[in-house]
């Protein structure tokens, strides 16, 4: 048999974070933002960044261009 199968399991990024919404969530408590962070994705409609540094929340919110800044 000389059959080959190709099998893609792993979704492409690009259309999962562009198909959700984007959400930045910006807190000095990182257990806080670890928490919400988790309970939005898990209802699959939500793309979610975290930041714990206003610095490096500047940067991603340039870089992400998020649909809601918490």
């Known amino acids: ?5 190709e099998a893609n399991f792993l979704p ?3 259309e999962t974070v562009n198909a959700r919404a984007r959400i930045l969530i ?3 408590n990182r257990d806080f933002t670890r928490f919400t962070k988790h309970a ?4 699959g409609r939500y793309f979610v960044c975290e930041e714990n540094s206003a610095s490096k929340a500047h940067q991603t919110a ?6 809601l800044i918490l």
């Open 1 to 5: 048999m000389n059959r080959i199968v």
């Open 12 to 14: 492409l990024v690009a």
């Open 26 to 28: 910006v807190d000095n």
């Open 62 to 67: 340039l870089s992400t261009q998020p649909d």
């Open 40 to 43: 939005l994705e898990k209802t």
